[in-house]
């Protein structure tokens, strides 16, 4: 559809914005791969790309762990997250009309597909707003876990250094082995069979994607690190019509990402201990201090 071929035009913008970044912190060499890099990265080019307007930007982060707490108990978390969701549900629901996008954005081409009768008027705003909760947050996650997996396996580092080509098959490794999005929810449309499990029509299923990348029957040696593998197949972005519409932005952004450090950096280790983001739905990193030597 219209996102897909858009991914084509945002290399350059992207790759220009990583090389600006990744030279600052290999320069510094000490840093918060979460903080410094996996937030600061994906919350410039993303809603540069979306076309949203730089002032109020902080509101999106929030909204992303909002959105993903909602789909989980409401506990302690959920609540926290709420705390100060009017502002926040607001800045995003008026920054997702069309006259508040830029004309060139990924969000004004998603209006013009309405224009041409692709998708309905009123599903404009809804698939830009999605587009912001699925391409940001579990981006964030991803590019923080991928550091993450190569300070605990630094020969699969090495073997991303000998052939940076590897950077996107390294990422769907990462989803594989370490999945951003932990479990999601779905609801049966009609009495259905599974795994000799009756369900009614409006059960609610619990599916443990994260569990299914690990699954034995599916993967040879789940619990291993392997950048080598063919991870295609893995369920961190969901699959068929409810594949997650922020996949291609990830994968661009994580595969300009790693490739840049592959050629920059010789090696990658905690410089401290890592600190978990606790969310109901995603696993990652709050902190991940990190130290690189440059190549």
């Not at 510094?28 to 979306?50: C, I, M, N, Q, S």
């Not at 830029?102 to 081409?109: F, I, M, R, T, V």
């Not at 983001?277 to 709050?286: D, V």
């Amino acid at each position: 559809m219209v996102i897909v071929s858009a991914m084509k035009k945002l290399w350059t913008t992207f790759e220009r914005d990583a090389v600006r970044l990744v030279d600052e912190l290999v320069q510094r060499g000490a840093f918060d791969a979460v903080k410094d890099l996996a937030e600061v990265y994906p919350l410039k080019v993303f809603p540069d790309a979306v076309g949203l307007a730089e002032e109020g930007r902080e509101n999106v982060l929030p909204y992303g762990n909002m959105a993903f707490n909602a789909f989980g108990p409401r506990n302690d978390l959920f609540h926290q997250a709420m705390t100060n969701a009017q502002p926040v549900v607001s800045w995003i629901m008026s920054r997702c009309q069309r006259a508040a996008l830029a004309p060139e954005g990924l969000g004004a081409q998603i209006y013009a597909a309405a224009d041409t009768g692709e998708i309905a008027e009123d599903e404009a705003s809804l698939l830009v707003r999605s587009f912001l909760t699925a391409g940001l947050d579990t981006t964030v996650v991803g590019l923080g876990n991928a550091l993450f997996c190569f300070t605990q396996h630094p020969d699969q580092w090495q073997r991303l250094r000998q052939e940076p080509a590897l950077a996107r098959a390294a990422f769907d490794e990462v989803l594989r082995y370490e999945s951003p999005v932990q479990t999601f929810f779905r609801t049966t449309t009609c009495p259905v069979e599974v795994a000799g499990v009756q369900l009614g029509e409006g059960d609610k299923v619990l599916l443990f994607l994260a569990a299914a990348n690990r699954d034995a029957r599916r993967w040879e040696h789940p619990d291993r690190f392997d950048i080598t593998r063919r991870a295609t197949g893995h369920l961190a972005f969901g699959v068929g019509i409810h594949g997650c519409v922020g996949m291609a932005v990830a994968r661009l952004e994580a595969e300009i990402v790693l490739s840049l450090l592959a050629r920059k950096v010789e090696t990658i280790e905690l410089s401290g201990e890592p600190e978990r983001r606790l969310n109901n739905t995603l696993r990652g990193l709050a902190r991940l201090p990190i130290r690189v030597r440059p190549a």
